[in-house]
């Protein structure tokens, strides 16, 4: 089968290989997917420069898919050939930028009927990660503001569009030529932190109050911004990407400041049952909001197999804007 990988030690996007290799055997507890779609995130073209510790090589990459089972593995009871699934993978293993994936059982959804398989693989790490964000991080009650990174990103869009179906006052940033964009989401405003100042924004729309929760998929050093100025008392912070720096332990203490951090991934590498298995819960409960029309991925661009490392290529120049997905096959 045809599938992306780094032959070797020498990583990087520009070394990402269009390969021959072996179709995966399964384990007791995994199907064997055939790839239809799949969703290029951050993460992926992370790993293809940095690499990680697990991996034998030759890697193929990828961690995102949607397609349908062809294998179910002896001690797999769920699912069953031909059915269409979705899923978020496991980084340590050979992944989904390929023909076909063995997939563990655990953390797959079945997609509903009203649902494409492009759809479904542009609401997985972005969308799941969003969704642990607003509705498993940060407890809602008395929440009324928030104040969402990114807005015209992966992350971001889905965020915008929970954090409103929840009933919350959403501010969100990005730059200037991608604000046409995040207008169809219908944020109640629209921060360029290209030619704003974020802070006095977010201070003046809130009545020096700050907003009672922020998402933040930029860094560290941006969250610390976050977390000093822009942080309501009792506010909540959901970190992505990096940690805040606390200087002052007794100003979080003062404040009431909540933080908390998403990795969505590492629930397969948690060795807990329940925390693997809400994968699954999480796609199958994203997957129903598509099916009812009240989620949208926002899919803007549909991707050749054969420009795949182009793909990620534009993501990491910042070049996309919405969810990018792959066609493997039909």
């Known amino acids: 089968m045809k599938a992306y990988v780094i032959q070797n030690k020498q990583l990087g996007i520009e070394n990402v290989q269009l390969s021959d290799v072996e179709k995966p055997a399964i384990a007791d507890n995994e199907v064997l997917i055939r790839t239809s779609y799949v ?47 979705a899923g978020h993978g496991d980084l340590r293993k050979n992944g989904s930028f390929a023909e076909y994936v063995a997939f563990p059982a655990y953390a797959l959804a079945h997609i509903p009927s009203e649902v494409s398989e492009q759809t479904a693989a542009g609401l997985l790490c972005n969308a799941m990660t969003a969704y642990q964000a607003i509705h498993q991080k940060a407890n809602l009650s008395k929440k009324r503001t928030i104040l969402i990174h990114g807005g015209s990103g992966g992350v971001g869009l889905i ?9 919350l006052t959403v501010y969100t940033t990005c730059s200037t030529g991608k604000i046409p964009f995040v207008k169809q989401l219908q944020p109640d405003a629209i921060i360029d932190y290209k030619s704003d100042d974020v802070t006095g924004r977010i201070r003046k729309l809130t009545a020096e109050q700050g907003v009672d929760m922020i998402v933040n998929t930029v860094g560290a050093d941006e969250a610390t911004i976050d ?6 008392y009792n506010g909540a912070l959901i970190a992505l990407v990096g940690a805040p720096k606390i200087g002052d332990h007794n100003r979080l203490f003062d404040h009431g400041h909540t933080i908390s951090l998403v990795n969505l991934g590492g629930a397969h590498q948690s060795g807990n049952a329940q925390q693997k298995a809400d994968l699954s819960a999480i796609a199958t409960e994203l997957l129903d909001m598509a099916a009812q029309g009240i989620l949208d991925p926002m899919i803007s661009e549909v991707v050749p197999f054969d420009r795949l490392p182009a793909g990620l290529s534009n993501l990491k120049a910042g070049r996309t804007t919405g969810k990018v997905v792959v066609k493997i096959s039909s």
Request: glycine fraction near 12%; avoid cysteine.
């Open 39 to 85: 969703g290029l995130n951050p993460v992926d073209y992370k790993l293809a420069e940095y690499g990680n510790d697990a991996w034998t090589m030759p890697h193929t990459l990828g961690l995102d898919v949607a397609g349908t089972i062809a294998l179910v593995g002896a001690n797999v009871t769920a699912f069953d050939v031909g059915d269409r699934v």
């Open 159 to 167: 965020a915008i569009q929970l954090a409103k179906r929840a009933g």
């Open 227 to 232: 977390l000093n100025e822009r942080l309501a």
